[in-house]
């Protein structure tokens, strides 16, 4: 199956937005045709942090916390609900996203917050997880946002649980994104465990 034109277009324009503040403003113009536009990708990174979440919980989900960060419309939410995670939480830095994820019902909190820019909510407790895509025109995104969990992390808020990188993640728009030849593009799961508070001590 050939990616349609149309979908090709408005994906290489996200994808070649350089700076963020005019990714985000992208973000928002596509929301109410992202997820129409990444069924035809066969963009598989929902269905690969929800299995790697699953993996990573040893308890029973129903009163596990979640952080889905940069949680977009819900695709996330969708799967880990079908997992029977109820405790679910999101960020993300366009508004345009949040609110379709908000018309799912299935997120408990959600905010607008900028990884990398703003200090992330931390529920107690719980995991937090994060994908993108190891094409080679967001691997400089992609630094950043490695860097930015490396700071959560030196800070004592989170500790990593996995970075688990996945091929064909999504189908390729061009044949540069696809340097293997493929067809398809590679990505990465980050699991996060937040780290407990440590007792004050007394006296
Ligand atoms: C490819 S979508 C993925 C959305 C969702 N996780 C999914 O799998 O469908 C990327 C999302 O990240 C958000 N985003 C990109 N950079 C961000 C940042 N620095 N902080 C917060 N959200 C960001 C965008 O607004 C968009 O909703």
């Avoid at 990444?38 to 929902?46: D, F, N, Q, S, W």
């Avoid at 019902?105 to 200090?119: A, N």
Wanted: charged share 25%; proline share 7%.
């Amino acid at each position: 199956m050939r990616v349609p034109a149309g979908v090709r277009e408005r994906v290489a324009s996200v994808h070649g937005a350089a700076a963020l503040p005019e990714r985000l403003r992208l973000y928002d113009g596509w929301a109410a045709r992202y997820e129409q536009d990444v069924a035809a990708l066969e963009y598989r990174a929902p269905h690969l942090a929800a299995a790697s979440l699953a993996f990573a919980f040893p308890a029973p989900p129903a009163g596990a916390r979640l952080l889905d960060v940069a949680c977009g419309t819900g695709l996330v939410a969708r799967e880990l609900h079908r997992r029977g995670f109820r405790c679910l939480h999101g960020v993300d830095g366009s508004d345009g996203m949040l609110e379709q994820a908000r018309s799912t019902g299935l997120y408990r909190q959600l905010r607008r917050c900028v990884l990398g820019r703003e200090p992330l909510p931390s529920p107690a407790g719980g995991f937090l997880c994060l994908t993108t895509r190891s094409n080679p025109s967001n691997l400089r995104y992609k630094a950043e946002l490695e860097a930015a969990l490396e700071r959560l992390e030196r800070q004592g808020a989170w500790q990593k649980v996995l970075a688990q990188e996945v091929e064909r993640w999504e189908r390729a728009t061009s044949e540069e994104e696809s340097p293997q030849g493929t067809d398809y593009i590679s990505g990465v799961v980050y699991i996060y465990q937040k780290c407990p508070v440590p007792p004050l001590k007394e006296g």
